[in-house]
């Protein structure tokens, strides 16, 4: 069984709290390992040497960080396959899928490799008489990224890439679920070349968090996770003087127009509603076809794809999707299916009684599909953040958009049509913050 402490200051450190969690792998329910929870006392030991590494690291030239950066590039690439089973294991999605969690990690360290180029000041001549100004970007110090369990590989890596290429250290606080793959980024990022304590990885549960928030050495704070942790991260940390990025939760709509290529819809819904088991913030979630004769041709059409899709363990390469990450949140998310149910939603492809043969103690459930799902219901409200997809019918175009302004979460939209002037009114009008146009979600 393995046993994940932190990584600090260029080694692999034992937890000395005493508390642990269990690392589960997904796909038969086994015990993969325990992981140090840190104190207090062992998230500010942490900083203090990342503190005492960031000074040489930010006079370090953006050339030279950028190399550093480009090997790093390379050992990801070298390990990939290592890294893609770590992740597999740990979280449960496809090894193809983990495959992508990290390419879109790599992809944010590549546009880093510019940071020669970015970090440039600007100059302006003769900005009053016999006054030139100048500006420099400067590194702000030690700063922080808090990263959830369901993209192990790309979301540290989006944090961790830029605050590195500006010269900052990073204290990384990964998800507890989930640490195989971070700690496995902080050796290959050492290897590198990258300094020893300019990467420190601390495992941990909120108190680690309640210490990176209070703590006055850390500049800055990025999250990505459940919008009240991201409300309590952002509150706290503002009052705390920090600039903090958190980024919360979704319900993502995708409005299917009465012209739009129903197959092509039918296989974005089906790729962005359950892939990686739903476990997306950027997933679709909600369908919302426009006038009853799309809403019942796009059911008739979804209701076969739904129930012959393949849930497999997740070193099976030709799974649509795998497990879900725990045990805890497999019964979360089949109880929002029991609710959907009681409040009066449709159920019409049910995959709750989904066993996977000789992984009966495995985390599975097969796709769930909602129709006559209702703006009122709490199924639509709640991001369920699990291979179900509900059908929410609009009577128009007009209700349709009004729906997705009105919800709460504005995290990403998509409209399929092939009117050009909709597609374009669409996004101008939608309150979202990310649009796809005839593609599931720009991401």
């Known amino acids: 069984m393995i046993t994940y402490g932190h990584f600090i200051g260029g080694k692999h450190v034992a937890g000395t709290s005493g508390r642990f969690t269990e690392v589960f792998q997904p796909m038969d329910g086994s015990v993969r390992g325990k992981v140090a929870l840190a104190s207090k006392a062992e998230l500010d030991a942490a900083v203090e040497n990342a ?11 953006p050339q030279r960080r950028a190399r550093v950066i480009q090997k790093f590039l390379d050992l990801i690439a070298r390990d990939n396959d290592r890294l893609a089973d770590i992740l597999a294991r740990e979280h449960g999605k496809t090894i193809p899928d983990a495959k992508g969690d990290i390419q879109r990690g790599v992809e944010v360290l590549e546009v880093c490799l510019g ?25 702000l110090g030690v700063v922080a990224g808090i990263t959830p369990f369901n993209f192990p590989a790309m979301i540290p890596l989006w944090k961790m890439g830029p605050a590195l290429a500006c010269g900052n250290a990073f204290i990384l606080k990964p998800s507890e679920r989930a640490p195989g793959v971070p700690m496995a ?149 089949k109880g929002y299916v029991d609710l959907g149910v009681k409040e009066g939603a449709k159920l019409v492809v ?11 103690n495995g985390f599975y459930m097969g796709g769930c599909l909602f129709d006559h799902v209702t703006t009122d219901m709490q199924v639509y409200k709640e991001e369920i953040f699990g291979p179900v997809l509900s059908v929410v019918r609009a009577k128009d175009y007009s209700s349709a958009i009004k729906m997705i302004n009105d919800h709460e979460y504005g995290n990403g939209t998509a409209i399929f049509t092939r009117d050009g002037d909709a597609a374009r009114e669409f996004a101008s009008k939608v309150q979202v913050g990310m649009v796809g146009e005839t593609v599931p979600l720009p991401v």
């Open 350 to 360: 049910d995959g709750r009684g989904f066993k996977m043969q000789g992984y009966e």
């Open 115 to 139: 940071a020669p180029h970015m970090l440039k000041g600007e100059y302006t001549d003769g900005a009053g008489p016999g006054i030139d100004i100048y500006s420099m970007r400067q590194a």
């Open 185 to 333: 980024l902080a050796e290959l990022a050492l290897e590198a070349g990258l300094p020893a304590g300019i990467l420190n990885v601390v495992n941990g549960d909120k108190e680690s968090v309640d210490a990176i928030i209070d703590n006055t050495t850390i500049q800055a704070i990025g999250f990505v996770g459940s919008t009240p942790i991201a409300e309590y991260i952002y509150g706290r940390g503002c009052a705390n003087g920090k600039r903090v990025q958190a980024f919360g939760g979704a319900k993502n709509h995708m409005i299917i127009m009465p012209d739009a290529d129903m197959d092509q819809a039918v296989d974005a819904l089906i790729g962005a509603g359950y892939g990686a088991a739903g476990e997306r913030c950027m997933a679709i979630s909600v369908a919302v076809p426009v006038g009853e004769a799309t809403a019942n041709e796009l059911v008739k059409r979804l209701i076969p794809r739904v129930e012959n899709l393949k849930v497999g363990p997740s070193t099976d390469g030709s799974a649509d999707f795998g497990p879900l990450v725990t045990k805890a949140h497999l019964d979360k998310v």
């Open 51 to 61: 503190k005492a590494a960031q000074p040489a690291w930010a006079a370090t030239n």
